[in-house]
C-alpha cells in the first residue's frame, strides 16, 4: 500500500543542523513523530540560495534555469512575462523599493506566474486530486489558496514596534485558518503549510541561537496543532515531508558590509557603473531606460548589462559592454577605485558570453588579475569548506534570465549584497546552502514504510546521478513525493 495523502510542512530558512540537533534533543516532540524516525536527505538550495528561486525548485521539481524564477530578484530583459516590456522584478520589495511586486506575490500570483515549468498541485489536479496551499507565493494549480492577510503581510514586514505582527503571530494566523479548512473540509489529497517566521526572526537576530529557539517554542507546537486537524479520521495517515529552501549564515549588520543599490541614499554600487558612464537602475520604475540592471540576492548578485549599440533583447557583446563592468568590480574589491565602499567585498566574479554561447551560457570565472578560466579550475583554488557542490549549481542557474555578471560577496568578511541583517543566506556556502528534508508516514507498517522510503530514495539518487552527480537539491523534494503518488 502506498499513502493516499500527502502533507508538506515547508519551514522557511531552517537550518539542517538546527533541526537534527533539535530532534536529538528531544525538543521538537510534534515533529519528532512525523519524521524523527523516518528518511533524512541531505540537500542543497539552488544558487541562488534564497527564497522565491528555492521554493520555486520545491514546487516545480525545476532547477533554475528551467523554472524561471532566478532569484528573489532578476531582469527579464525579453519582457517574456510584462506585456513584452523588459521588467525589474523585486518580489522581496528591494533596494529600488518595489512595494506592489511583494504585494502582486499573493493578490495577484505574480511570482507564481512566472513559472515556466507546471508545480506539482497542476499536476495533482490532472490526476482528480485536491490540494490547499496555507501560507506560501505559489500555489497556481491548488484547489484552494489560503494567502496571507495583507494587513498581516505590511505589519509583519513593516510594521514596527508599535504596529508591527511578530513573526508567532503571522504564522499563527496561517495555522489557525488551515486547521480551521481542514476541519471543516477534510483533508485534500495533497495540503502545504508554509512557515515564514523562523526565517524572519533569523534574519533580524542571526541563525543561531533565533532559528532553534523558534522552531522549538513557535513552530513545532503549531505543528501539532495542524497535524491533530490533519489526523482527524484519516486512515491511513498521511505521509509527512518537513523540509526548508536553503539555510542561512550569519554576517555583520552594519551600512559598511551590506552593499546597495538603493533608493534613495544606499548607493554604494551605484558609483562604479557611474564611474564607466553607465546609467544603472537604481530608482522604482526605471527599467528598461538605463544600462544596467543589479538584483541582489544576499550572497550573489547579478548584473545585467545592456548593449550599448541596441537595446535590450540583443546580446551584450562580451569584450565591450561585460568584462569592462566585471573587471571594474574586481578593481573595486582590490584598492576601492569606482566604488571605495566595495573594498574588501567581493569573494568572486563570474562571467558569461552569451554572443557565443546563447542565453542559456554557463559562467566561466574572472580571475582579478583578467583571464577568464573555469569554474571547475577557480573553485578548486577557493579555501576548503567555503563553497558546496558550487559547479552544479551555477550549471543550473544560468538560464535565459541569469545576469552577464555574477557577483559572490566576501562572507568570510561579513559582505553581503542587500540592506542590513544579521542573517543572510543567497550564497554557495554550506550554513546558507544546506536545507532540511525529511519524510515520514506515522502509523504506517514496517514494511510499508520501508518500501516507500526506498522509493523515494532511488528516485533522488537516480535523477542525482542522471545530471552529472551532482547533490540532491530542494528540486529533488517533488521527485520523492511523486515515485510514490499513485
Known amino acids: ?96 523599493l518595489a512595494v506592489d511586486d511583494a504585494v502582486l506575490v499573493f493578490t495577484n500570483s505574480l511570482a507564481g506566474d512566472r513559472l515556466q515549468r507546471s508545480t506539482i498541485y497542476e499536476r495533482f489536479t490532472e490526476k482528480g486530486k485536491t490540494s490547499v496551499v496555507a501560507g506560501n507565493m505559489y500555489a497556481r494549480g491548488a484547489t484552494d489558496w489560503i494567502k496571507p492577510n495583507l494587513a498581516n503581510i505590511a505589519r509583519f514586514t513593516r510594521g514596527g514596534n508599535m504596529f508591527g505582527m511578530s513573526s508567532r503571530e503571522y504564522d499563527q494566523d496561517i495555522v489557525d485558518r488551515l486547521a480551521a479548512f481542514i476541519t471543516l473540509r477534510g483533508l485534500p489529497d495533497l495540503t502545504t503549510m508554509y512557515f515564514m517566521g523562523l526565517d524572519h526572526d533569523s534574519h533580524a537576530y542571526g541563525p543561531i541561537p533565533a532559528q532553534r529557539d523558534y522552531l522549538v517554542d513557535h513552530v513545532d507546537p503549531m505543528v501539532g496543532e495542524v ?95 561585460v568584462l569592462p563592468v566585471a573587471r571594474a568590480f574586481w578593481e573595486a574589491h582590490a584598492n576601492g577605485v569606482h566604488a571605495p565602499e566595495l573594498r574588501g567585498a567581493l569573494a568572486g566574479v563570474l562571467v558569461r558570453d552569451v554572443v557565443t554561447e546563447g542565453w542559456e551560457a554557463d559562467f566561466k570565472a574572472l580571475t582579478p588579475g583578467g583571464d577568464v578560466v573555469s569554474l571547475e579550475d577557480w573553485f578548486a583554488a577557493q579555501p576548503e569548506g567555503h563553497y558546496v557542490d558550487p559547479v552544479h549549481r551555477l550549471a543550473r542557474q544560468a538560464g535565459r534570465y541569469a545576469g552577464d555578471v555574477l557577483l559572490i560577496s566576501n562572507y568570510a568578511g561579513g559582505y553581503y549584497f542587500g540592506s542590513e541583517t544579521i542573517g543572510v543566506h543567497g550564497g554557495l556556502h554550506p550554513e546558507d546552502s544546506l536545507a532540511t528534508l525529511s519524510y515520514g508516514w506515522p502509523g504506517a507498517e514496517a514494511g510499508d514504510w520501508e518500501r516507500v522510503a526506498g522509493l523515494i530514495r532511488s528516485a533522488i539518487a537516480a535523477r542525482c546521478a542522471e545530471e552529472g552527480g551532482r547533490l540532491a537539491m530542494t528540486c529533488d523534494m517533488v521527485v520523492g513525493l511523486e515515485a510514490i503518488f499513485v
Open 227 to 321: 497535524w491533530d486537524a490533519a489526523a482527524a479520521g484519516a486512515d491511513p495517515l498521511p505521509l509527512v515531508a518537513v523540509f526548508s529552501d536553503h539555510g542561512q549564515i550569519r554576517v555583520i549588520p552594519d551600512d559598511a558590509h551590506s552593499l546597495k543599490v538603493g533608493f534613495p541614499f544606499d548607493k554604494e554600487m551605484v558609483h562604479l557603473f557611474k564611474s564607466l558612464g553607465l546609467d544603472v537602475h537604481d530608482y522604482p520604475g526605471e527599467d528598461p531606460d538605463c544600462d544596467a540592471v543589479m538584483a541582489l540576492n544576499g550572497g550573489l548578485a547579478y548584473v545585467y548589462l545592456r548593449n550599448r549599440l541596441a537595446d535590450w533583447f540583443a546580446e551584450p557583446d562580451f569584450e565591450r559592454d
Open 1 to 96: 500500500m502506498n499513502p493516499q495523502k500527502f502533507l508538506l510542512i515547508d519551514i522557511d530558512g531552517l537550518r539542517p543542523d538546527v533541526f537534527h540537533d533539535a530532534l536529538e534533543a528531544g525538543e521538537i516532540p510534534n515533529l519528532a513523530r512525523l519524521v524523527g524516525g523516518g528518511l533524512h536527505v541531505q540537500i542543497t538550495a539552488p544558487a541562488p540560495s534564497i527564497t522565491f528561486c528555492s521554493q520555486a525548485c520545491l514546487f516545480t521539481g525545476a532547477h533554475p534555469d528551467e523554472h524561471g524564477v532566478p532569484g528573489n530578484q532578476f531582469f527579464d530583459r525579453f519582457g517574456s512575462g510584462f506585456a513584452g516590456a523588459p521588467r525589474h522584478y523585486a518580489f522581496d520589495i528591494g533596494d529600488s
